[in-house]
């Protein structure tokens, strides 16, 4: 079966750009039979998947910083305050503007610990098992702009 012609695609595959602002056009003009409904709540939820993940992957930037700092601090790198203070300042600016997430990064707090940990292992080239498995943290804690782990 031969594709269709990009011109013949819905605007939304064509120029997901112009379509959202299409969109978000027709409930300010009141014309509310015309919004796409089905595509319209597809890229709302996804918006929703990708904030989440914004979050994850913010999340994930100081983990890998916490394991090197408590229990091996010849590892610990020269910029990572910076980069955990970065990250915290994104990932607290994200979460205040999308407070229903708040609670998203501790559901997954243990899961990522121990992947920071295995993370930090290959980084340093130390076996898997080199680091904790289990978060001896807080997630509030880790999130504090002045906590490290290690006192510093």
Not at 68 to 89: D, F, H, N, V, Y
Not at 97 to 109: C, F, H, R, T
């Amino acid at each position: 079966m031969a594709k269709p012609h990009v011109a013949d695609a819905p605007l939304h595959e064509r120029d997901a750009n112009v379509w959202t602002q299409n969109q978000a056009a027709k409930p300010r003009a009141r014309t509310y039979a015309s919004i796409d409904r089905r595509d319209t709540a597809e890229e709302l939820e996804s918006l929703g998947a990708l904030r989440r993940g914004e979050i994850e992957s913010r999340r994930n930037v100081p983990l890998p910083h916490f394991p090197k700092g408590t229990c091996q601090p010849s590892l610990r790198s020269g910029g990572r305050k910076g980069a955990i203070a970065e990250q915290r300042r994104r990932l607290h600016r994200r979460m205040t503007g999308s407070p229903s997430l708040k609670i998203y990064p501790d559901e997954v707090l243990a899961e990522e610990f121990a992947r920071a940990g295995t993370l930090a292992a290959s980084g340093a080239d130390l076996p898997g098992d080199a680091f904790p498995q289990s978060c001896p943290f807080r997630l509030e804690d880790i999130l504090l702009p002045d906590f490290y782990p290690d006192g510093e």
